[in-house]
C-alpha cells in the first residue's frame, strides 16, 4: 500500500473517530460548547443543511450512474428472439391463448389487434420471464 493510501486511511480514521466523538455528545453539553465558542447557530444550520443538500445530490448522481450502468448492461444482455412476423404472431396467439397467462392488455389499442412491435415487446418480456426459450419457439 502506498504512503499516500496510508495516510488517507489514518485521516479516515481520525475522523471516523471525531465523528464518534461528536455523536456521543449529550445536545446540551454540544449547544453548551457551540455558545461558549460563541458560534452562531443560525449560520452553522445554514452551513449544515448546505452540506446535507450536496451530499444528497451527490448520492443522487451516484444512484443515477449506477442505474443507467444497470439499465445499459440489461439491455446488453437481452434475449433476441429470431421470428418471422407471422411466426412472432402465431406464438404470441398461442401464449395469449394460454390459461395460465393472464394481463395481455389492449388497453392502449382500444380492444384492436396488437401491432408488430408490440407482439415483438410482448414476446421479448415474455422470454425475460421465461415464459417463451428456445424450446418453446415454433
Known amino acids: 500500500m502506498s504512503n499516500e493510501q496510508n495516510e488517507i486511511d489514518e485521516m479516515d480514521c481520525l475522523a471516523q473517530a471525531m465523528m464518534e466523538d461528536l455523536l456521543a455528545l449529550p445536545n446540551a453539553e454540544y ?8 458560534v452562531d447557530m443560525k449560520q452553522l444550520a445554514a452551513r449544515f443543511d448546505k452540506v446535507l443538500a450536496e451530499a444528497l445530490q451527490q448520492e443522487g448522481k451516484i444512484r443515477m450512474v449506477a442505474a443507467k450502468t444497470a439499465v445499459s448492461n440489461s439491455r446488453q ?6 421470428l418471422d412476423a ?14 395460465g397467462v393472464e394481463g395481455f392488455s389492449l388497453a392502449a389499442r382500444k380492444g384492436t389487434a396488437q401491432s408488430e412491435r408490440d407482439i415483438e415487446t410482448s414476446i421479448e418480456d415474455l ?7 428456445e424450446s418453446t419457439r415454433k
Open 31 to 38: 449547544v453548551a460548547e457551540l455558545r461558549e465558542r460563541k
Open 77 to 82: 444482455e437481452s434475449v433476441v428472439v429470431s
Open 86 to 99: 407471422g411466426g412472432k404472431r402465431r406464438r404470441y396467439e398461442e401464449l395469449s391463448a394460454n390459461p
Open 127 to 133: 422470454t425475460d420471464l421465461g415464459a417463451f426459450d
